[in-house]
Each structure stands twice: as structure tokens, then as C-alpha cells.
């Protein structure tokens, strides 16, 4: 089967790049699930109901997100007690809203798990490790199935690779997100996960990290605090599909995406 994943949707332009490409790719790719980042959808902090609506609207099938989960949360608590196919970070801690993993049934009758995890390096959250809380959740989840996706929302490329090995031959994939930037280093690891160190960006092309470059650079400029908007202009769609053989649970294949709007 074929699984798309989506980087970190950003803004108005990168929800308007989901409607321009994910049906397209669906239907070119056979895709039978899909799995987006959409910790930045609405105004590039949070998601709101409406972002949610509209995302679910353009096909996503899973909802991770990372750091900015909760940038809008009176709305995402909401959602992700109630929506069902949100995920926050798993490693949160204390007694964080919401869940951190989900099973759902594709198209195809295929159970997909999807974890959400939150690296401890360079972000600035007392978060639990990320390596012992999935480690617990995977003896869940492979008494339900063994086609199994990770999103590691994380900073630092040298946490993301650890990961990538750490988890080698036990889930299907392990996709970064969270840098905006997209990595070249697609694999297939030894034991047969599938391999990304950063998905990249759904989002404003022209841009640093979507955010206005303008005001990015006053910020590295001048002391006083800047407030961030998203750019405008063109857009871009980042991600990648993985293909996985269900009966083992494997990647077969892994074709990344960088597309840039018209």
C-alpha cells in the first residue's frame, strides 16, 4: 500500500496547496491514506475548527502536530478529544489533552498506527523521552497491527537519525517534521523502515520557514521584538510517499515530493 506524508502545513497558502495537489497525487499515485503535519495551519500556529474542516475536506486522513499544538486551545483541545484523527505528542508531560498514537482502517481494510513524538533537543519543553514512550507504545500497537508510522516533530537532525535507527526494522516509517526545510536523505534503513530526516514544508515558497522574510530579518537585525506573520505569494507542497508491504509491515519504496504552486 501507499501511504502519503505531508511536512508542516503552514497558513492559508499551505492549506490552498493540499486542495491544488492531494487529490491529484491520490488518484497519479494510488494513494490509499494519508498523513499531514498541521501543528502551523492556521495563521502558522496552531489549528483552529475551520483549518481542521478544511484540511479533513482536502483528504488528509491524520492530523500530527509538535511544538505549537497548542496555539489556538481552547479550539484544539476540542479537536483532539474529539475528532479522533488529531495526535498530539505522545513524550508530553503531565496530564497533556488528547492522545499521542492512533489506529484508523484505510480504504483497503489496512489497520495504520500513527505516533506523534516531540524531540527533547534544542526545543525549549521539559518533554519526557521520546525514545522510552514509544518504545511502551509500539508493545501496544504491534497486537494491532504492524503497518506503523512515526512523525518526530524534532529540531536537531542528529535526534531524528537516532530515532530513524532506534526504531529500524519495528515500524514501517519515521518522518521528520518541524525544520520546514526538506532533507534529501529519503532511504530505506537496514532492517526496512522507511526514512526522512525532515518532510519539508506545505506552505508560502518565498518565505523563511513561511514566516514574512522581512520581518525574519529585522528580527536577526534589530533587539526589539518582532511580530510574525506568514508570507504571501506562491506556495509549495513537501512530503513523501512511502510504500509498504502489509503482511510485514516493511517499506518497499520511498519517493519524496517537492512541489512548488503555480
Known amino acids: 500500500m501507499k ?3 505531508i511536512g508542516d502545513i503552514v497558513s492559508r497558502i499551505g492549506r490552498d496547496m493540499l486542495f491544488q495537489y492531494v487529490d491529484d497525487i491520490k488518484y497519479r499515485e494510488g494513494i490509499d491514506f494519508v498523513i499531514a503535519n498541521g501543528e502551523n495551519a492556521a495563521h502558522g500556529n496552531g489549528l483552529t475548527r475551520s483549518t481542521y474542516d478544511e484540511i479533513m475536506r482536502s483528504g488528509v486522513d491524520i492530523i500530527t502536530m509538535g511544538n505549537h499544538t497548542w496555539g489556538s486551545l481552547n479550539e484544539i483541545q476540542s479537536i483532539i478529544k474529539h475528532g479522533g ?9 503531565g ?20 505516533i506523534n513524538l516531540i ?9 519526557n ?3 522510552e514512550a514509544v518504545e511502551r507504545e509500539l508493545k501496544r500497537l ?26 529500524d526494522g519495528r515500524v514501517s516509517a519515521v518522518f521528520g ?3 520546514h526545510v526538506q532533507t534529501a536523505d529519503e532511504m530505506i534503513l537496514p532492517n526496512g523502515t522507511g526514512y526522512i530526516t525532515d518532510l519539508g514544508m506545505t506552505g508560502p515558497q518565498i518565505s523563511v520557514l513561511g514566516m514574512d522574510k522581512d520581518i525574519i530579518l529585522q528580527k536577526f537585525l534589530n533587539p526589539l521584538p518582532q511580530k510574525f506573520r506568514p508570507a504571501g505569494g506562491k506556495g509549495q507542497f ?7 508491504d502489509t503482511g510485514t509491515g516493511l517499506c518497499t519504496g520511498v519517493n519524496r515530493l517537492f512541489l512548488r504552486g503555480n
Open 119 to 127: 524531540g527533547q533537543t534544542f526545543l525549549n519543553y521539559s518533554n
Open 85 to 93: 484523527n488529531v495526535i498530539r505528542p505522545l513524550n508530553y508531560c
Open 129 to 131: 523521552s521520546p525514545f
Open 95 to 114: 496530564e497533556a489533552p488528547g492522545k499521542g498514537s492512533v489506529v484508523m482502517t484505510a480504504g483497503n481494510g489496512v489497520k495504520i498506527a500513527v
Open 238 to 244: 513537501c512530503g513523501c510517499i512511502f510504500d509498504v
Open 142 to 167: 504491534r497486537e494491532i497491527t504492524n503497518v506503523i508510522f512515526v512523525d518526530f516533530h524534532a529540531e536537531a537532525t542528529s535526534e531524528k537519525q537516532a530515532m530513524g535507527f532506534f526504531l
Open 177 to 179: 517534521t518541524h525544520t
Open 3 to 5: 501511504i502519503l506524508c
